[in-house]
């Protein structure tokens, strides 16, 4: 059973800190990794995709991506009360399984003003 | 781009009742859709993976004659709960995926309430 884990949390940092979200995946084969945000009651949002060993920045968003110790993070950097949320990393399927994601459980972030 | 709809947002209906969710890929072709269910402070369960034009695959444990899943078009899937009932209350969010890539867009969700 393919697996991708997370700290469920509470994560939380001061406003303005670094926020540091981690996560890893035991299938060795996988080769695309995705990090979502969920509000509270609210549906998902992909807010970064890496596909690469090494580091993707979009804005505060950092995804850093290591294949060999199969572990991916998400940094965010100068983080707001806005940015608590739910995080979930997720990580593409089996082969032939037509795109599907296998989800973490999430990690919990709150940004404390 | 990448906008997934989800209509309703918000369904009550009674015991016994069938809905019908509907979800559409507005500005891209999704040959594959994704349907999710969310209970309160659970993580999201994957119910099924429809593809455009054949039989939907459900995960283990969903009963496929319960959830009929309808992917009719590259750009539209259906998930009707049929017999509903108050344990099928819950959060339905629907996902596509961008043709050729892993990258999957969620719809805003459906929050079903059976009376």
């Known amino acids: 059973q393919k697996e991708v884990e997370q700290n469920s949390g509470p994560l939380s940092v001061p406003e303005g800190a670094i926020a540091s979200l981690n996560c890893t995946y035991s299938d060795r084969g996988s080769q695309s990794f995705f990090w979502y945000r969920q509000y509270s009651g609210k549906s998902p949002e992909l807010i970064m995709f890496?596909?690469?060993?090494g580091d993707k920045e979009d804005g505060r968003f950092t995804a850093q991506l290591n294949k060999a110790s199969q572990y991916v993070s998400l940094l965010i950097r100068d983080s707001q009360p806005s940015d608590s949320a739910t995080y979930l990393c997720a990580v593409n399927g089996r082969a032939g399984s037509q795109g599907n994601l296998i989800f973490g459980k999430g990690t919990k972030l709150s940004v404390k003003p | 781009g990448a906008v997934v709809s989800q209509h309703p947002s918000r369904v009550i209906c009674k015991s016994g009742t069938s809905v019908k969710i509907e979800c559409r890929s507005l500005?891209?072709?999704?040959?594959?859709m994704f349907w999710y269910r969310q209970f309160p402070k659970q993580s999201l369960m994957l119910m099924a993976t429809?593809?455009?034009?054949?039989?939907?695959?459900?995960e283990q444990g969903v009963e496929k004659d319960k959830f009929l899943i309808n992917h009719a078009s590259l750009t539209l899937s259906t998930l009707t709960v049929t017999s509903a009932h108050p344990e099928d209350s819950s959060f339905y969010i629907c996902?596509?995926?961008?043709?050729?890539?892993?990258?999957?867009?969620f719809g805003p969700g459906t929050r079903l309430t059976v009376t």
């Open positions: 429809s593809n455009e034009g054949s039989k939907a695959t459900y």
């Open positions: 996902s596509a995926n961008r043709e050729s890539t892993y990258e999957q867009y």
């Open positions: 500005d891209f072709q999704a040959t594959t």
């Open positions: 890496i596909y690469s060993n």
